[in-house]
T-cell receptor, first 115, second 115 residues
Framework: AQSVTQPDIHITVSEGASLELRCNYSYGATPYLFWYVQSPGQGLQLLLKYFSGDTLVQGIKGFEAEFKRSQSSFNLRKPSVHWSDAAEYFCAVGPARNYGQNFVFGPGTRLSVLP | GAVVSQHPSWVICKSGTSVKIECRSLDFQATTMFWYRQFPKQSLMLMATSNEGSKATYEQGVEKDKFLINHASLTLSTLTVTSAHPEDSSFYIC???????????FGPGTRLTVL
């Protein structure tokens, strides 16, 4: 069965501290991997994606993620968090090269940032 | 990235009435659009996959007669909530897939409140 887990429901960090959001997946086929961010009452914005190649991918807003096939993980990181990063973060997986099939989303991790 | 719009951004209606939500891809032609529902502090739940010119594919448990989806053109899909009830109150998000790119682009969402 296809599934995405985000073990941390809610994380609180201080502004300027580093951040790591965890994502693990179970997927039968070769996956494409994504991280999205959602601010309250808003849609989802793509932070970064991994299709193939270098397993460390850079995204917008200073975020990066590392794909580790052996651990079925795609953790999101940021070296220094800003107050504006407070939001909900969703990890998602999709089947490689199957444009008609939907993604599977994780339950989300809510990030709070302390001043 | 590609832009997807939704209209309206919020709507309040009386129980028993019908509400139509539009999803438009503004700068690309979307052969596939997805409709999601999101409850407070929860992840996205896929309701249906909409393919231009054909019937939508509904996920298990989603009533096709209550949530009518029409994808009449390559830039527009509509979701009509028929005979709305308070339990239909939710945040509805659409996404569209640009055939030239793999990832989905999300609309800003529509907040539906049924009184």
């Amino acid at each position: 069965a296809q599934s995405v887990t985000q073990p941390d429901i809610h994380i609180t960090v201080s502004e300027g501290a580093s951040l790591e959001l965890r994502c693990n997946y179970s997927y039968g086929a070769t996956p494409y991997l994504f991280w999205y961010v959602q601010s309250p009452g808003q849609g989802l914005q793509l932070l970064l994606k991994y299709f193939s190649g270098d397993t460390l991918v850079q995204g917008i807003k200073g975020f990066e993620a590392e794909f580790k096939r052996s651990q079925s993980s795609f953790n999101l990181r940021k070296p220094s968090v800003h107050w504006s990063d407070a939001a909900e973060y969703f990890c998602a997986v999709g089947p490689a090269r199957n444009y008609g099939q939907n993604f599977v989303f994780g339950p989300g991790t809510r990030l709070s940032v302390l001043p | 990235g590609a832009v997807v719009s939704q209209h309206p951004s919020w709507v309040i209606c009386k129980s028993g009435t019908s509400v139509k939500i539009e999803c438009r891809s503004l700068d690309f032609q979307a052969t596939t659009m997805f409709w999601y529902r999101q409850f407070p502090k929860q992840s996205l739940m896929l309701m249906a996959t909409s393919n231009e010119g054909s019937k939508a594919t509904y996920e298990q448990g989603v009533e096709k007669d209550k949530f009518l989806i029409n994808h009449a053109s390559l830039t527009l899909s509509t979701l009509t909530v028929t005979s709305a009830h308070p339990e239909d109150s939710s945040f509805y998000i659409c996404s569209a897939r640009d055939p030239g790119q793999y990832e989905q682009f999300f609309g800003p969402g529509t907040r539906l409140t049924v009184l």
